[in-house]
Structures are given as structure tokens and as C-alpha cells.
């Protein structure tokens, strides 16, 4: 009954991490899918795509003008200059006649994001059933990055070996038991001795790969709680950005993060 339950929970996992890298090819996207003016006033609507549920974007915008000037908003509301979840038809309203300003063609509103994860939406206790099921999985939701499953990989691959070591060394055992001349048994109980000897050491080395998964999990999550309840994750702001022609009202690139 306990092996069922765990299996079930490992499939569980699997899909939870197959819909992440799911989410993963289709990208997060912050797109800008209009701009328009409007009584001294620059209107921008924005959609964020794709993205993870526990993901905060702090969202600033300025203008690049035709000849490489950037300026920064001052009189400026709406959906900007705070963290606000993955969704649709946000709205930034600014007031460029307050700030002296016009959008021509050639201009171009450049939106930026901050990447940071919500701490409350996640439980450390849930984190750590995901590692204990497959490690690197906890770390994987935190960091969004999917070199922490290599935990996974080498915990399973050893944990395999391991048990092909005791399958070959019961065989040679049972080979053994079989044998009619003194010689062949003590080939076979050196085998015996040898397979015995490398299921051991790789399920040891499983069990570290496993207490090493639960040490990185851990001292990560202590980092973030101790920076702040939410947490940049990347170290650098990166740049949504998009391109949008006032003349024929089309973006003409976006550029992406991809997670």
C-alpha cells in the first residue's frame, strides 16, 4: 500500500514538473499590445503571459526618444511601480503633457521587470515533499532554473545502480548455493562480496545526493526569508521591451525572458 502511495505521488510530481517545463517553452513574455495618446495623455495596455503562479513582476517603464534619449516618468499612475501577478490588460496611464512631453513616431516605450517569487505562496513543507520525491524539485520552484533536477538524476541513477548491484549480487548468491566444486564457490563468493560492496557504496552515495538536496533547499529558502518575504531572483533587471510604432499602431519587436 506505501509503494502505491508513492508511486502515485512520483507520477503526481512528474506531471506537476512535465507542466512546468511546459510553461518553460512557451515563455514569459511581457508584451505591450497597444499604445495610443489621448487628451495629453499616453496610454500603454500590457499583457504578462505565461508566467508562474508564485512570480511577482515590478513593473517600470520609461521612453526612449528618436534620438536616444531616455526619460523617466513623473507624472504617471496605473499598473506600474509595483509587483503585480501574471495576467492581462494592465494599463499604464501617462501624462505626457504634465511632464512636457510627446510621443512621436520613432519613440519608443521601453517596459521593465523586476523577477522576484512570492514566499507566501509556497510552504516550505510542500517544497520539501517535492525534493523528497525528486530532488532538485523544491529548489527547481524557487529558483526556476533546471539544473536542479540534476539532483534528481544523479539520485535515481544511483539509487538504480544500487539496485542492479544487489540484483547481480543475489544472483551470484544463488549461483553459489548451486555450485558443485570448491573453486566455483569462492569465484561466486567473491562476486557475492563485490556487488554487495557497490550496492552499498551507491546507496550511500544516493542517500547524500538526497541529504545534499534537503541542505541546498533549505539554506535557499532561509536566504529569501531572510532578504525579504519577496525576493529578486535574478540579480539584475532584465528588460521587456517592445517597440511600438504610433503610425501603424503594430509592436514591431518584443524581446523576452525565457525562464
Same mark, same amino acid.
Given at each position: 500500500?506505501?509503494? %502505491?502511495?508513492?508511486?502515485?505521488?512520483?507520477?503526481? +510530481?512528474?506531471?506537476? %514538473?512535465?507542466?512546468?517545463?511546459?510553461?518553460?517553452?512557451?515563455?514569459?513574455?511581457?508584451?505591450?499590445? @497597444?499604445?495610443?495618446?489621448?487628451?495629453?495623455?499616453?496610454?500603454?495596455?500590457?499583457?504578462? $503571459?505565461?508566467?508562474?503562479?508564485?512570480?511577482?513582476?515590478?513593473?517600470? &517603464?520609461?521612453?526612449? &526618444?528618436?534620438?536616444?534619449?531616455?526619460?523617466?516618468?513623473?507624472?504617471?499612475?496605473?499598473?506600474? @511601480?509595483?509587483?503585480?501577478?501574471?495576467?492581462?490588460?494592465?494599463? *499604464?496611464?501617462? @501624462?505626457?503633457?504634465?511632464?512636457?512631453?510627446?510621443? /512621436?513616431?520613432?519613440?519608443? $516605450?521601453?517596459?521593465?521587470?523586476? $523577477?522576484?517569487?512570492?514566499? /507566501?505562496?509556497?510552504?516550505?513543507?510542500?517544497?520539501?515533499?517535492?525534493?523528497?520525491?525528486?530532488?532538485?524539485? =523544491?529548489?527547481?520552484? +524557487?529558483?526556476?532554473?533546471?539544473?536542479?533536477?540534476?539532483?534528481?538524476? #544523479?539520485?535515481? =541513477?544511483?539509487?538504480?545502480?544500487? =539496485?542492479?548491484?544487489?540484483?547481480?549480487? !543475489?544472483?551470484?548468491?544463488?549461483?553459489?548455493? #548451486?555450485?558443485?566444486?570448491? +573453486?566455483?564457490?569462492?569465484?561466486?563468493?567473491?562476486?557475492?562480496?563485490?556487488?554487495?560492496?557497490?550496492?552499498?557504496? &551507491?546507496?550511500?552515495?544516493?542517500?547524500?545526493?538526497?541529504?545534499? /538536496?534537503?541542505?541546498?533547499? &533549505? =539554506?535557499?529558502?532561509?536566504?529569501?526569508?531572510?532578504?525579504? *518575504?519577496? $525576493?529578486?531572483? !535574478? /540579480?539584475?533587471?532584465?528588460?521587456?521591451?517592445?517597440?511600438?510604432?504610433?503610425?501603424?499602431?503594430?509592436?514591431?519587436?518584443?524581446?523576452?525572458?525565457?525562464?
Amino acid at each position: 500500500m506505501k509503494i %502505491c502511495i508513492f508511486i502515485a505521488s512520483l507520477m503526481f +510530481l512528474f506531471y506537476q %514538473c512535465g507542466t512546468d517545463r511546459l510553461m518553460a517553452q512557451k515563455k514569459t513574455n511581457i508584451v505591450i499590445t @497597444n499604445i495610443k495618446k489621448s487628451k495629453g495623455e499616453l496610454i500603454i495596455n500590457y499583457d504578462i $503571459v505565461n508566467s508562474y503562479p508564485e512570480q511577482l513582476f515590478y513593473i517600470t &517603464t520609461e521612453m526612449k &526618444t528618436a534620438d536616444g534619449m531616455f526619460i523617466d516618468p513623473i507624472n504617471i499612475f496605473g499598473d506600474v @511601480n509595483e509587483s503585480l501577478k501574471g495576467d492581462e490588460d494592465y494599463q *499604464i496611464i501617462w @501624462n505626457i503633457k504634465a511632464d512636457k512631453l510627446d510621443y /512621436n513616431e520613432g519613440d519608443e $516605450v521601453i517596459i521593465y521587470s523586476d $523577477v522576484s517569487v512570492d514566499l /507566501n505562496y509556497l510552504s516550505f513543507p510542500g517544497l520539501l515533499l517535492r525534493s523528497t520525491l525528486m530532488p532538485g524539485a =523544491g529548489l527547481y520552484k +524557487l529558483k526556476r532554473k533546471k539544473r536542479a533536477f540534476i539532483y534528481g538524476a #544523479l539520485g535515481y =541513477g544511483s539509487l538504480i545502480a544500487s =539496485g542492479f548491484f544487489w540484483y547481480k549480487g !543475489n544472483s551470484a548468491y544463488n549461483n553459489y548455493k #548451486l555450485a558443485d566444486t570448491e +573453486l566455483a564457490r569462492e569465484d561466486y563468493y567473491k562476486e557475492v562480496e563485490e556487488f554487495d560492496k557497490f550496492s552499498v557504496y &551507491t546507496a550511500m552515495g544516493a542517500a547524500s545526493i538526497w541529504l545534499v /538536496n534537503y541542505i541546498a533547499l &533549505t =539554506g535557499k529558502w532561509n536566504k529569501l526569508k531572510k532578504q525579504d *518575504i519577496t $525576493v529578486d531572483l !535574478n /540579480n539584475s533587471k532584465f528588460n521587456f521591451y517592445a517597440n511600438y510604432n504610433p503610425v501603424f499602431k503594430k509592436p514591431l519587436l518584443t524581446l523576452t525572458y525565457r525562464f
